[in-house]
């Protein structure tokens, strides 16, 4: 069976896009990564090209609008065969004509558990709420912001002495466990999707 192509979008340094190449790397996830892209210059174009991966910004400050920008993406990603989309940090919302041309095929890691403490600043808003558990979910990309159906969480307590640096460093150790298992177990066709719910099958 051939194995899935991913195409990485990130925006950072590209942690979990380094927990996913040595998930490969290690012979646990059947797939290769075709193609990492950036909206910006950073850190994650080094950890691909230092894995023989290709790298590629598309700066989203050198396009008039949106859909352009999206138009530059999914020239590269279908150009690199891509078969499934992985979200790794990348800090844009994604427009209807982006998710529609990947229905189905985008995956996102965000780190709280869904749906609570959706958006940009999720351990900023997970510490003023006062909760006591976060952790981070994987879920398939809908036309929302981190609406889509969830694959998997991860919890981890809130400590009373947390900042947004300690309670980050903790869910990120989840984020790089889970997001190569969802991929895994995508790329064995063992995630089933009925509307909202996703069934993880044997």
Do not use: W
């Not at 950890?47 to 008039?64: L, T």
């Not at 065969?81 to 996102?108: D, K």
């Amino acid at each position: 069976m051939a194995k899935e192509k991913l195409g990485v979008l990130c925006s950072g340094r590209g942690t979990d896009l380094q927990s996913i190449i040595d998930a490969i790397e290690a012979g646990q996830v059947p797939a290769e990564i075709a193609i990492v892209l950036t909206d910006k210059e950073a850190y994650a174009l080094e950890r691909a090209r230092k894995a023989g991966i290709e790298a590629v910004c598309v700066d989203r400050k050198q396009f008039e609008g949106r859909e352009p920008f999206e138009k530059a993406l999914i020239e590269k990603l279908e150009a690199a065969g891509v078969t499934l989309v992985v979200l790794a940090g990348f800090m844009r919302i994604l427009t209807p004509y982006f998710v529609g041309h990947f229905a189905g095929r985008i995956m996102n890691i965000h780190p709280a558990l869904l749906p609570s403490f959706p958006g940009a600043h999720a351990h900023r808003d997970v510490l003023a709420y006062g909760v006591k558990v976060s952790g981070c979910t994987v879920h398939f990309v809908d036309e929302g912001t981190d609406s889509g159906p969830i694959i998997m969480q991860a919890a981890v307590p809130v400590l009373d002495d947390d900042t947004e640096e300690t309670l980050g460093a903790r869910v990120l150790k989840e984020e790089h466990r889970i997001y190569p298992e969802c991929i895994r177990l995508y790329c064995e066709g063992k995630l089933k999707v009925e509307g909202r719910k996703v069934t993880i099958l044997a």
